[in-house]
């Protein structure tokens, strides 16, 4: 009988979806916008998006406020030992059958290229999309103020963060099935729980 | 006991009213029309109960009583057709021209237009008070017509023009039932110039006389039924819209109301404000686009045509020796696509404007300004403005398309002398180029080389009339999307319409290459798991 751990706290799995929905919704919505699908109509987009953005942000501070709190914010720091490990693994290893070189457990919940991946879109990449994301709504206002002129600079950093994202996601996506069965991460970012023999992190 | 008292008042009030409405007549033709407007019954006064045979006798009679109206009516544009701007007379009378009869100027047709007696020449007294006509605005009979071969006169006698009776003026009936100008007297020259109907505006033809609902939201007599003045107030007959020394409002007070616009200005937001909407995402367009950007969605949107493009460099031509004309459908209405008189013609209905940043003010081109050739088409009274001006917003135009002679050696455009008897150059008389530019470079004083050629020229139009319905007014993809309507406005960013370049290389190569790259370590993982459990089964 294995030992349950608890890796993920509730919060941690409330911000995670919580974050999952509203990106998804903020990537589809921003599509549109950007003139690349056709989804709910350009007036609906808009709203969509400006909500959703206006949610992820105020989200977005919660989970700093709590990742400083929480001293979570020590899972993140970088980490150079074992990164050619880990993608040795993902290159070769994984194919042979190889164990995952990192342990999961919950003081280290990452292996060193999530840390690395996890600092730099949470960190970084986040930070600048809802940044320049306020600029643009608000560019109106910061106009008439005198403040910026045009808004060309801020709309291509946007949309590059966006496509970053959407890139990221999609690996992201592809990596979770790379747990000792194919839903275990699934189900540890469900439960917060990785049964102790499973918590090798794929 | 007091309430239901005022009840009852209230009802008979209301029952009195509705029977008066009930009772009114149906309006015939011989309907008589009332003489009484304002606070004056016209046709009690002795000075215009009498017999006039000439039409100035009318005027001397009005200025009897109204004894400042010609003085007030010499200094507006309406009367010079001519305004000093940077040290330069332009206007219809002065040095200007357009797409049209290029100039007014040797082209007695144009002339009837003015609210004037017998321009026909250099002669013309524009300081005489007599020579003003009141009746053109304030005749409320719909009798008064100016013929277009006397320079402005009315018919003194009964004529057949084009197969049409045109019945003598009866001017003491004319004089005694004058009033208020309607929207029949502005639309009979602001809907008709250029030579007819919806020919010049785009957003300006006769339909305004009494338009649905759908057609235009403030004239139409279902709703608001807005006269001319509602919006272009007037005081001591100035009356207030774009000239050419003048903006049509004033951008940076957005805010303004009407009565601090000094009868000077006439836009949208003095009734609207600048942000109607009460909706941000739509509110905070106005600072960039100005409100007929949207809800004029196309122009010539009533049952009439407006000439899109003229081409005089193909007019002379006969069959048999003799003018013609010839017609085409353009948009559902038959109109002369050929005149041997005026050249080639396309016409449109419900057309998608374009867009410009402007500021209330065209830049006049004159006939004394030189043209570079190389430049066609040129711009000969274009829109000023960019996205970084904060007085320009983005406006809807009709970009009329002409092409008319210029002198190749000057550079300069040549006006033609177009109306006149035969051997005095008139074009439509004569159909001979070199006469009639010759004769019409001698009636606006200007220099001819004899060398002329034909050349290209665009005529800007603000479209501001015929506002649609809410409903009706652009949706969010007519501009934000790949193919907007502003793809000619490259100077700003619009989201959905723009992108960088290697921002998209970078996200499809991100996304793609990510996608493949995912698809391709799947596919190695199942195929190595199959050959491993192979591999065990063997041993």
């Not at chain 1, 709590?66 to 070769?92: A, C, S």
């Not at chain 2, 046709?43 to 006798?57: G, H, I, R, T, V």
């Not at chain 2, 109301?257 to 941000?280: D, I």
Request: proline fraction near 4%; aromatic fraction near 10%; charged fraction near 20%.
């Amino acid at each position: 009988m294995s030992k349950a751990v608890m890796i993920f706290k509730r919060f941690e799995r409330f911000w995670h979806w919580g974050q999952a929905t509203l990106v998804l919704l903020l990537m589809l919505t921003g599509l549109e916008l950007h003139g690349s699908i056709k989804l709910f109509g350009f007036g609906e987009s808009s709203n969509f998006h400006h909500w959703a953005g206006f949610i992820w942000s105020a989200l977005v501070v919660l989970i700093f406020t709590w990742i400083f709190t929480t001293g979570e914010w020590k899972q993140f720091v970088p980490n150079k030992n074992g990164l050619d490990v880990v993608l040795r693994f993902y290159l070769y290893g994984v194919f042979i059958g190889e164990e995952h070189p990192h342990h999961m457990s919950a003081e280290n919940k990452f292996n060193p290229l999530q840390r690395l991946a996890y600092l730099g879109v949470l960190f970084v990449l986040i930070p600048l999309q809802i940044i320049t994301g306020l600029i643009f709504f608000f560019f109106p206002e910061l106009r008439a103020a005198g403040l910026i002129e045009q808004i060309g600079l801020i709309a291509v950093v946007h949309t590059f963060c966006a496509y970053t994202l959407i890139a990221f996601l999609l690996v992201h996506l592809y990596l979770i099935t790379l747990g000792r069965k194919l839903s275990s991460h699934l189900r540890a970012m469900l439960s917060g729980k990785e049964s102790d023999d499973e918590s090798n992190n794929y | 006991m007091n309430k239901s008292i005022a009840l009852l008042v209230l009802l008979i009030n209301c029952s009195s009213l509705s029977l008066a409405s009930t009772a009114e007549p149906e309006p015939s033709l011989n309907q008589s029309v009332t003489s009484i407007v304002s606070t004056a019954d016209h046709s009690s006064f002795e000075a215009l109960n009498q017999e006039f045979d000439y039409a100035p006798d009318v005027t001397e009679a009005c200025l009897e009583c109204h004894t400042e109206a010609a003085k007030q009516v010499h200094k507006t544009f309406h009367w010079t057709w001519s305004k000093k701007v940077d040290g330069i007379e332009v206007g219809k009378a002065k040095n200007g021209f357009n797409n049209y009869c290029v100039s007014a100027k040797g082209n007695e047709s144009c002339t009837q237009c003015h609210a004037g007696y017998g321009w026909r020449n250099e002669d013309f007294d524009l300081e005489a008070e007599e020579n003003v006509d009141c009746l053109v605005c304030h005749d409320t009979t719909a009798t008064y017509k100016k013929s277009a071969a006397t320079s402005g006169h009315p018919y003194y006698e009964d004529k057949i023009i084009g197969g049409k009776l045109q019945k003598a003026v009866d001017l003491q009936y004319v004089a005694t039932h004058v009033g208020k100008p309607a929207r029949e007297n502005c639309l009979a020259c602001h809907a008709n110039g250029g030579g007819g109907n919806g020919v010049k505006h785009g957003d300006t033809d006769l339909s305004l006389i009494a338009p649905e609902y759908e057609l235009d939201v403030h004239m139409s007599p279902e709703k608001l039924d807005f006269s001319c003045q509602d919006c272009h107030s007037a005081s001591e007959h100035k009356i207030s819209g774009r000239y050419n020394d003048r903006k049509a409002f004033l951008d940076h007070q957005l805010n303004m109301g009407r009565a601090s616009r000094q009868g000077n200005n006439v836009s949208c937001e003095s009734c609207h404000s600048a942000t109607p909407h009460n909706k941000r995402h739509i509110d905070i367009h106005t600072a960039k686009v100005a409100c007929t950007s949207c809800h004029i969605p196309e122009m010539a949107r009533g049952p009439y045509l407006t000439k899109l493009s003229w081409d005089w460099s193909t007019a002379g031509q006969t069959k048999d020796g003799k003018p013609f004309v010839e017609d085409k459908i353009f948009d559902g209405v038959e109109q002369h696509a050929y005149m041997s008189k005026k050249g080639t013609f396309t016409w449109g209905r419900n057309v998608t404007p374009e867009y410009h940043w402007y500021k209330g003010e065209l830049k006049q081109m004159t006939l004394l300004d030189t043209i570079d050739p190389s430049q066609s088409p040129i711009d000969i009274n274009p829109p000023t403005g960019s996205y970084s001006d904060p007085e320009a917003r983005i406006w809807p135009f009709k970009v009329h398309k002409g092409k008319q002679p210029y002198d190749t050696e000057l550079k300069r455009i040549l006006p033609i002398k177009l109306y006149g008897r035969a051997g005095t150059g008139a074009f439509w008389t004569e159909l001979n180029w070199e006469k009639a530019l010759i004769a019409g470079a001698k009636l606006n004083n200007l220099e001819f080389s004899g060398s002329y050629n034909f050349i290209e020229t665009n005529g800007y139009w603000p479209i501001k009339h015929m506002v649609a319905p809410a409903n009706e007014s652009l949706s969010c993809v007519a501009c934000h999307s790949k193919n907007s309507r502003l793809n000619g406005l490259t100077d700003f960013y619009l989201v959905g319409r723009d992108s960088n370049r290697f921002v998209e290389c970078f996200g499809a190569l991100a996304i793609w290459g990510g996608l493949v790259g995912v698809v391709l370590h799947a596919l190695m993982r199942i195929f190595t798991l199959r050959r491993r459990k192979s591999n065990n089964r063997e041993h």
